[in-house]
């Protein structure tokens, strides 16, 4: 089992800046890939980035590509969304995932959730 728990949400003007965190705990974090996720009210979660094990893999949605950065210290068994330029389109509630084997956009080749951050952008 690897319990996830993100942090670093909140609220923002636009065109500031949040990084948000995901730890894991509990079963070792080796060779998971990592994505984060967003879900806005009313509509379906729909990927954001994900980066590989090794963190030499990386892929963005086309919405955010340029603004937000994913990276990962497997010494700190953290994975970080840098995400900067915000909109209010981004305001969702974000969740990161890990997974032995993915397609970085498919919500179930994830095996594990955190329970999300809310992160809302004022314009």
């Known amino acids: 089992q690897v319990h996830l728990v993100e942090s670093g949400g909140g609220l923002v003007q636009a065109g500031g800046c949040l990084r948000l965190?995901?730890?894991?705990?509990?079963?070792?974090?080796?060779?998971?890939?990592m994505g984060w996720f967003r879900q806005a009210p009313g509509m379906e979660r729909e990927f954001v980035a994900a980066?590989?094990?090794?963190?030499?893999?990386?892929d963005y949605a086309d919405s955010i590509k340029g603004r937000f950065t994913i990276s990962r210290d497997n010494a700190k068994n953290t994975v970080y969304l840098q995400m900067n330029s915000l909109k209010p389109e981004d305001t969702a509630v974000y969740s990161c995932?890990?997974?032995?084997?993915?397609?970085?956009?498919?919500?179930?080749?994830?095996?594990?959730w955190g329970q999300g951050t809310q992160v809302t952008v004022s314009s």
């Open positions: 980066i590989t094990w090794s963190g030499g893999i990386t």
């Open positions: 995932a890990a997974g032995r084997t993915v397609y970085f956009r498919v919500t179930t080749d994830y095996q594990y």
């Open positions: 965190s995901c730890a894991a705990s509990g079963r070792t974090f080796s060779g998971y890939a």
